[in-house]
């Protein structure tokens, strides 16, 4: 599967930014859904993830209640909604994909799971 990430940008402290990862090439909803960051200097960490029913979402804890991971399997999409935005969140975001798990229930948090990547999209926070 071929993904693409868009919607990156720059942004003030406390502004908003959705990004969105469109899949082709494969059955979307054989596939488990993760965004992922990484700031310079740091590893590559996990942000959200969800099922490929999109049922079941993850986030990590300085995460939740400001980002928000949907999927719309009409547009072979996934999406992450940020809110609230800080310097912190300054990094360029990944989508990823794992084909298989459980249709309901699992999402993945570990990067290595993953078979797919996009190519990354830029968030900018300025204070």
């Known amino acids: 599967v071929q993904l693409q990430a868009s919607g990156g940008g720059l942004v003030q402290t406390g502004g908003s930014l959705r990004l969105s990862c469109k899949a082709s090439?494969?059955?979307?909803?054989?596939?488990?859904m993760g965004w992922f960051r990484q700031a310079p200097g740091k590893e590559r960490e996990v942000v959200a993830s969800?099922?490929?029913?999109?049922?079941?979402?993850y986030y990590v804890d300085s995460m939740k209640g400001r980002f928000t991971i949907s999927r719309d399997k009409t547009k072979n999409t996934v999406y992450l909604q940020m809110n609230s935005l800080k310097p912190d969140d300054t990094a360029v975001y990944y989508c990823a994909a794992h084909y298989g798990g459980s249709y309901y229930t699992d999402y993945y948090t570990d990067s290595s799971l993953y078979d797919y990547w996009g190519q990354g999209t830029q968030v900018t926070v300025s204070s």
């Open positions: 969800i099922s490929r029913s999109g049922s079941s979402t």
């Open positions: 090439g494969r059955t979307f909803s054989d596939y488990a």
